[in-house]
């Protein structure tokens, strides 16, 4: 086949402040060739995380995405050229292909996914947002009905399917987010119990009202101070999931850590356990029949927003609800 053009968004420097639309540019080059094991790739649908900018910082689970490559990014990718076994023209797969129309990768690092509508939610609740809900949720957290579960960037497309399936379980659950509209939308779409606006006053107070039973769980997608807040309200035997980090992810870190660490860890028996979604790999198809049968039976709903990459900079202010991704035309 005669190449093809390839347009790519590198990254021009690592940001040492916040994310701004300089960081990055536009390159074009010819599509790559797969070789022996591997697949040429199709960009379909890039998945936009806040994970992405904590890859600029240094290596992370992954290596750190270095200034002057193509920007790395988890994306719905349709096989246009095989050499790997297993994998066929026309198949869809998700992989780690970058922010770039074309990309070739191992056969064996590209994830096959099912055909199904609409093909968005293989990268939001069939993806890694919804099985980072699900397992760090029920195999972390592990809530038992009629406790209290915590979860916080709660509109977030982890946090909201998070707070979602705590419900589906029969928890108390109550998300913290910024801003009055996303609250309002937690409470009256998603069936939360109560939100906090962390932007409107100090969590903690707000916390005691919204859950005056204490927390069992708390679902960490943020950390510093709302971890802390949360950390102070944990009940005896109370779970933490470490999802994520997103306050420290976009800027200068904080010159001091949560307080109460460890000792509060001690004095409550808690459990605070980190992990990354794919920890639960052999378990991913019981997990993906459980999000089929909760979004088909209306329990749990789906937000997503097909936007431009410069959306993942909007993304770590705030602007999003449920899933971002950029669909490539
Ligand atoms: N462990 C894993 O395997 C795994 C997998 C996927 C994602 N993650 C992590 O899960 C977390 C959530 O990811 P996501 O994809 O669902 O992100 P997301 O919610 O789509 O986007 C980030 C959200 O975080 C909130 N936020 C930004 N800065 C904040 C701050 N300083 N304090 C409090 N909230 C802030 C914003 O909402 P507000 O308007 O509410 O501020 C923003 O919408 C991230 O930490 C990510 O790295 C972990």
Not at 99 to 123: N, S
Not at 234 to 243: F, V
Not at 256 to 284: C, N, S, W
């Amino acid at each position: 086949m005669s190449a093809q053009s390839n347009r790519q968004i590198l990254l021009v420097e690592t940001p040492k402040g916040k994310l701004g639309p300089e960081h990055f540019c536009m390159a074009e080059s010819e599509a790559p060739r797969p070789g022996d094991g591997e697949v040429l790739l199709r960009t379909r649908y890039i998945s936009l995380d806040a994970a992405n900018r904590a890859w600029m910082q240094g290596a992370t689970y992954r290596a750190a995405v270095e200034a002057g490559t193509v920007m790395a990014g988890g994306a719905l990718g349709e096989v246009v050229q095989s050499n790997a076994p297993g994998l066929a023209k026309g198949d869809l797969v998700f992989a780690d292909t970058g922010w770039q129309d074309f990309a070739v990768v191992k056969g064996k690092h590209a994830t096959k996914l099912p055909k199904l509508e609409p093909l968005t939610h293989l990268l939001s609740v069939y993806g890694v947002a919804g099985l980072t809900a699900y397992f760090g949720l029920l195999r972390v957290g592990k809530p038992k009905a009629g406790e209290t579960v915590v979860v916080s960037a709660a509109a977030g497309s982890v946090g909201s399917i998070v707070g979602q399936i705590a419900k589906i379980k029969g928890c108390t659950v109550v998300g913290i987010a910024g801003g009055a509209a996303k609250c309002d939308w937690l409470t009256r779409e998603l069936g939360f119990d109560a939100a906090v606006d962390y932007k409107a006053a100090p969590v903690f107070k707000a916390l005691k009202t919204a859950a005056p039973k204490g927390i069992d769980v708390y679902f960490d997608n943020v950390g510093g101070d709302i971890f802390e807040a949360c950390l102070f309200q944990m009940n005896l035997h109370g779970r933490i999931a470490c999802c994520g980090a997103v306050s420290q992810y976009d800027g200068a870190p904080s010159p001091h850590g949560p307080r109460g660490v460890p000792g509060l860890f001690v004095v409550k028996r808690l459990t605070v356990q980190g992990f990354i979604v794919m920890d639960y790999d052999a378990e991913r198809e019981a997990a993906l029949a459980d999000l089929q049968s909760w979004v088909k039976s209306g329990q749990l709903k789906v937000q997503e927003d097909a936007n431009t990459p410069a959306a993942l900079i909007g993304l770590l202010a705030g602007e999003n609800r449920g899933k971002r991704m950029v669909r490539v035309d």
